[in-house]
């Protein structure tokens, strides 16, 4: 374990208050960009019936309802695009967490719109043709304007759908996840093409063509802005380089970064980059790492080893280029409304925790942190928070099977905290450890808006 100098943090700008309030800030904004999409759903429906075809026959019923599909399963795939292109104005009053768990909601419904369309316009091709299935599919394509872009486009659709399923993930890399999920994209511009060229609304209507064109237009210019335009304009000012690689445990290593004007990036205590480091093995991908302390123009990341490329950090080399793009998330002492705090970290979680406790307690906070790792050995930057906070870091070691008990279970964090009730909670670690921890705070009654977590993944 490796105990580094102490770190500095801006002062929590929030004020103190008493008992749990919900922040008010933003909320206008969020009712608004909530309401955005439904309504837009609402307006596409709308298009689309006022130019289905009259005719009751099950052709055009078929025909009909596959395109109400296909015109909805477009709108959304516009909507999934504005959900992950990073802008600062969508990612400040959701957090970046939320909106790619509702990417992943939404890209469920996608893929379940796009294989319906498929299947009813099909149907309905077999009721108009009088042909078999197997027979309608070829003339469909010899027939129908670029319909192999179509066939193509919800293939690709398809497989990525199929490679965020919870059951291939366990089971893929990140890094071919990423390039199946980037697959996605080309799929998108054959289905709006296909859409555009063949969709029975779009053909002999040059407003509703120039209108979906336009949709998709300001949906690709968003990702393009904030995804690509933005980090490479950064470069201008920012560039980063790896200081020091420090092994704080054998499973967590953390990595010390120098560059130039850090203090313009406004990064917070608790917030997160996507990290891209510029060598052999890291160059395809960039994955989210939360800052774990920033000091005198230089930002540390505390890395768990989960995954081929956390695991292969100890292995860069002082001087590689880093690429940073952020800072993201809200898991930051902004949303505290309570004089008392506990902290709660797990594994690779305890950077951000780490930089909350020390900013919230440098603001005068009443704060307790919850260290937990199956040995002493696990307990990265411990020996920072125990200097930090003395009696009021609180590790808490041990397997479950070993104990005999859950040391996050509600008896015992009540018998370590007696006033958690009081206190708001902040917690980062593994998805089981954020299960419990949630039943924990149901059965200790803490209020819902007073407990934050954030989750890291992107797949």
């Avoid at 900013?359 to 696990?378: K, N, Q």
């Amino acid at each position: 374990m490796t105990t580094t100098a102490q770190l500095r943090h801006a002062p929590s700008p929030v004020r103190r208050a008493r008992g749990f309030r919900r922040p008010t800030r933003g909320v206008l904004a969020r009712v608004v960009l909530r309401a955005a999409v439904p309504l837009g759903a609402v307006a596409v429906a709308a298009f689309w019936y006022s130019g289905a075809r009259p005719q009751t026959t099950p052709a055009v019923l078929f025909a009909n309802g596959g395109e109400l599909c296909g015109l909805l399963g477009s709108y959304l795939v516009c909507v999934l695009l504005v959900l992950v292109s990073r802008a600062p104005w969508v990612e400040r009053v959701f957090g970046l967490d939320h909106l790619v768990g509702w990417h992943r909601s939404l890209g469920t419904t996608v893929v379940l719109l796009v294989g319906t369309h498929v299947v009813l316009a099909s149907v309905g091709g077999v009721f108009r043709d009088s042909n078999p299935l197997w027979a309608e599919v070829p003339h469909m394509l010899v027939t129908v304007p670029d319909l192999e872009a179509g066939w193509v486009g919800t293939g690709l659709f398809l497989l990525g759908g199929l490679a965020s399923s919870r059951v291939l993930r366990r089971v893929l890399r990140y890094e071919t996840w990423w390039t199946l999920h980037l697959a996605l994209y080309v799929g998108i511009y054959l289905g709006f093409w296909h859409q555009l060229t063949a969709g029975f609304h779009f053909v002999s209507n040059p407003a509703a063509r120039l209108a979906w064109i336009l949709l998709y237009s300001a949906a690709g210019a968003t990702v393009v802005t904030w995804r690509v335009i933005r980090p490479l304009w950064r470069l201008r000012r920012h560039v980063f380089q790896i200081e020091k690689v420090v092994a704080e445990t054998p499973r967590t290593t953390s990595v010390w970064l120098v560059g130039d004007h850090v203090e313009e990036l406004g990064v917070r205590a608790g917030q997160f980059f996507l990290v891209k480091f510029l060598t052999f093995g890291h160059l395809v991908t960039a994955h989210p790492y939360s800052v774990s302390g920033t000091i005198d123009g230089r930002i540390r990341f505390t890395i768990g080893h989960l995954g081929n490329h956390s695991s292969a950090v100890g292995r860069l080399r002082v001087g590689t280029h880093v690429l940073l793009e952020g800072p993201f998330g809200r898991f930051t002492a902004e949303r505290s409304r309570a004089e008392k705090l506990l902290l709660v970290a797990g594994g690779a979680g305890v950077g951000p925790i780490r930089a909350l406790a020390e900013e919230l307690d440098r603001a005068g906070r009443d704060v307790v942190v919850l260290h937990r790792a199956s040995t002493p050995e696990e307990l990265a930057l411990g020996g920072e928070l125990g200097i930090a906070l003395e009696h009021r870091y609180i590790p808490l070691v041990g397997r479950r099977k070993e104990l005999g008990y859950d040391p996050l279970g509600h008896r015992n964090v009540a018998r370590q905290v007696p006033d958690v009730a009081e206190r708001e909670v902040f917690f980062c670690g593994s998805p089981g450890m954020a299960d419990t921890l949630l039943r924990t705070c149901r059965k200790l009654r803490i209020p819902p808006q007073a407990v934050h977590f954030e989750e890291l993944s992107f797949s």
